[in-house]
């Protein structure tokens, strides 16, 4: 045997015992140059797609564990934007942890901000245009949402916490807000002093370089919340800026259950609108879609996601804890549970109101006979289609 033959049959060998390879049926080969085991591992219905899989797609998955973090004395934050995913426009992403006390400085964005708490405690604040204040501790699986330029602080509580944070921009980025010691160091002492009504010196330890740096820094755990917030004499914010997602009486459906929060039961989130899914082991999120961009956060387990783009296009993609998906409006998708746990993650849309449309449905509620003559399919499986949307159909 030559050596080249040699090598390649040694390769052959390492790649059967990968368990990925670009294999389906009679169709691709192994890989005999350079591969990466782990993430073939994690993406297997791409290295060997569906035989339904064709065309061109843009891609529609991005893992925070490939973004970069950025370190500080109070935690750390690593983003998912359009430079990371360039299709998700409509929706940026954070991923932030505090440690207990740390402080998420004060500060403001353009963007509204919606907040899913992963983990921990953290006390949230904001003032309105009216002077009006909110406060509120916030545990794992409440949300809260920011609406655009109102300023607000996190600070973690006694056990810290982790949270993702999602903006109504594709563009936005966590590194670009308006920092509260960002904009006293870029205004002249003389300035703040007249402004404030008090002598120049009160402002002569403000932080001032880079080392001083706040953005995420470390903090002591604040006292009880009622004696925490000024005494407001416009009172509190008309709508509540948090919200306990998991208080929601969740909709149950044959492969598992769902919440949806939207401005119907939480006003604030004038602009965003959100579901927590939860699919059983062998379930499946129904195939069907919506009338804008879907931005999808995986919480825990393992999912497939095949995403039809008309005209011969569909992709499919694999997701696990960690990882951000991405639909364009009106495309067509199913989100399969593959893993032995449940499968939970966030669908997420820059809107007031939670809309999708359901295929079952869609195919129940017309004639059958005009069903029948697209689908030569007979008559008893179109009578038994569902009438009503399934969201999660069993395994
Ligand atoms: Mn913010
Ligand atoms: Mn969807």
């Known amino acids: 045997m030559s050596q080249q033959n ?31 085991v782990p993430l073939q591992r994690e993406n297997p219905d791409l290295l060997a797609s569906p035989w339904t899989d064709n065309g061109t797609l843009p891609n529609l998955k991005f893992s925070f564990a490939n973004s ?25 992403g954070v991923n932030m942890r505090l440690k207990p006390g740390a402080i998420r400085e004060l500060h403001w964005h353009k963007e509204a901000e919606w907040a899913y708490m992963l983990a921990g405690t953290a006390r949230i604040t904001a003032v309105d245009d009216q002077g009006r204040t909110f ?21 973690a509580l006694d056990d810290g916490c982790e949270f993702l944070l999602v903006f109504d921009d594709g563009n936005f980025s966590e590194n670009n807000t308006f920092l509260l010691t960002d904009l006293f160091k870029h205004t002249p002492r003389e300035i703040l002093a007249k402004n404030f009504g008090v002598p120049e010196k009160a402002f002569a330890d403000i932080p001032l370089d880079v080392e001083h740096e706040r953005y995420i820094f470390s903090g002591q755990v604040p006292g009880s919340l009622f004696k925490e917030m000024p005494k407001s004499s416009a009172g509190p914010v008309p709508q509540t800026f948090s919200h306990h997602m998991m208080a929601q009486e969740p909709i149950i459906c044959p492969g598992g259950w769902v919440r949806i929060t939207d401005s119907t039961n939480f006003p604030a989130a004038s602009t965003i609108a959100a579901a927590l899914v939860n699919i059983n082991p062998g379930g499946m999120r129904e195939i069907h879609w919506h009338p804008h961009d879907e931005w999808q956060y ?15 296009h569909a992709r499919t993609f694999n ?18 549970n593959q893993g032995e746990e449940p499968l939970l993650y966030l669908e997420i849309f820059r ?8 295929l079952n449905q869609w195919m129940a509620m017309t004639p059958p006979e ?8 007979d008559k008893s499986t179109v009578a038994a289609l569902h009438k009503d949307k399934q969201i999660l159909v069993g395994s």
């Open 6 to 36: 040699a090598h390649s049959v040694r390769k052959e060998i390492e790649n059967a015992s990968s368990g990925a390879q670009p294999i389906r049926g009679d169709l691709g080969a192994s890989i005999l140059g350079p591969q990466n």
């Open 68 to 92: 970069r973090n950025r370190l500080l004395t109070g935690g750390w934050a690593r983003e998912v934007t359009i430079r990371e995913l360039p299709i998700a426009k409509d929706l940026a």
């Open 135 to 155: 406060i509120d501790d916030v545990r794992q699986g409440d949300l809260w949402n920011f609406p655009t330029v109102t300023p607000h602080s996190i600070q």
């Open 298 to 312: 995986y919480i825990s387990g393992h999912g497939r996601m095949t995403v039809f783009a008309s005209g011969e």
């Open 319 to 336: 997701y696990q804890a960690g990882d951000v998906g991405y639909v364009p409006f009106s495309m067509s998708h199913y989100v399969e």
């Open 351 to 358: 809107t007031n109101k939670f809309t999708d449309f359901s």
């Open 370 to 377: 005009l069903i029948q003559a697209h689908l030569n399919v």
